[in-house]
């Protein structure tokens, strides 16, 4: 296996080896597992590790909503005891996934 630097990850928290498994076995099946809509924030910081960047925080939601893993964006509902709600990833401007759910968690 060539370490992460060689894979040209661009960010710390992508050579967690947490998110490394998790990213190997994505690539070959497309199956998200063991990450699932519904997760939340603790469930899925103890899958994939820390995320690398966080966005979508307001003076009324201090909490992020989403939190970033290279080119994954996984996307909470408001508030600090919100689940996940929406995976999302936007790959060179050709491939863009979306998968997620809104209700309540």
Do not use: N
């Amino acid at each position: 296996d060539r370490d992460a630097a060689a894979e040209g990850w661009r960010y710390p928290a992508m050579t967690s080896p947490e998110f490394q498994d998790w990213w190997k076995q994505f690539k070959v099946t497309g199956d998200i597992c063991p990450v699932r809509l519904g997760m939340s924030r603790d469930d899925v910081r103890s899958v994939l590790g820390e995320p690398e960047d966080t966005g979508g925080t307001s003076r009324k939601h201090s909490t992020p909503a989403i939190w970033k893993y290279d080119e994954l964006e996984f996307h909470f509902g408001p508030g600090p005891d919100s689940r996940l709600e929406l995976i999302y990833m936007e790959q060179r401007e050709v491939v863009r996934v979306s998968i997620g759910f809104h209700g309540s968690g």
